[in-house]
């Protein structure tokens, strides 16, 4: 549980510095997603 716990912290760190830069990015429209995978249907036909 300790080795789950400590590699959770760090994905969750790496998440919250991948969104800090591109948030602001996308609520100012500066990133286009539109063009993106839905990434819900992406997962549906993973599984």
């Known amino acids: 549980m300790l080795d789950m ?3 959770l912290r760090k994905k969750n760190a790496n998440l919250r510095a991948t969104r800090d830069p591109l948030l602001p ?3 100012s429209g ?3 997603v539109s063009t993106l995978p839905d990434p819900v249907r992406a997962m549906e ?3």
Request: aromatic residues 0%.
């Open 25 to 27: 990015k996308l609520i």
């Open 45 to 47: 036909t993973a599984a």
């Open 5 to 7: 716990t400590e590699t």
């Open 30 to 32: 500066e990133l286009d």
